[in-house]
């Protein structure tokens, strides 16, 4: 079986999603499963691009045998609607640039972790060109 993670925080992020999610990845890798995850570049708690990953659109990594695709966001942790807000939809909307890597991967099942909730509609969009 082959699952996509798709998450805006991802290690080496910190964060509840960013731990639990190795995690579940780990316990469906010793079930056999293929993991892949879609995820943006690294920048939180400070809202700042992570050092090794600035000035990259899109970047590919593996990481304990998972495929981690990575790719640009606005990055801001500002407590302003407006900054947030983009920031959140800049990743729902960058990481429909996927949709060559999930044709080839044909999963058979999209996971899709959420806050951003806009994300759960990049998921949908994503799942469907598989």
Known sequence: ???????QYFPPEMGAPSNRLPELIKGFRE????????????????GKIFKGYRGKFR???KIQGVTVMRYWLYASVAVK?????????????TCLFSYRFV??????????????LTLGFSGYILSRMS
Request: no cysteine; charged share 25%; net charge positive.
């Open 103 to 116: 044709k080839k991967l044909k999963p058979d099942f999209f996971f899709t972790e959420s806050p951003p």
């Open 1 to 7: 079986m082959k699952l996509v993670i798709l998450t």
């Open 59 to 61: 970047m590919e990594e």
């Open 31 to 46: 079930m056999g499963w293929e993991i892949s995850v879609i995820t943006a570049m690294p920048n939180y708690p400070k």
């Open 81 to 93: 609607r407006i900054p947030r807000i983009i920031s959140m939809l800049s990743f729902s909307f």
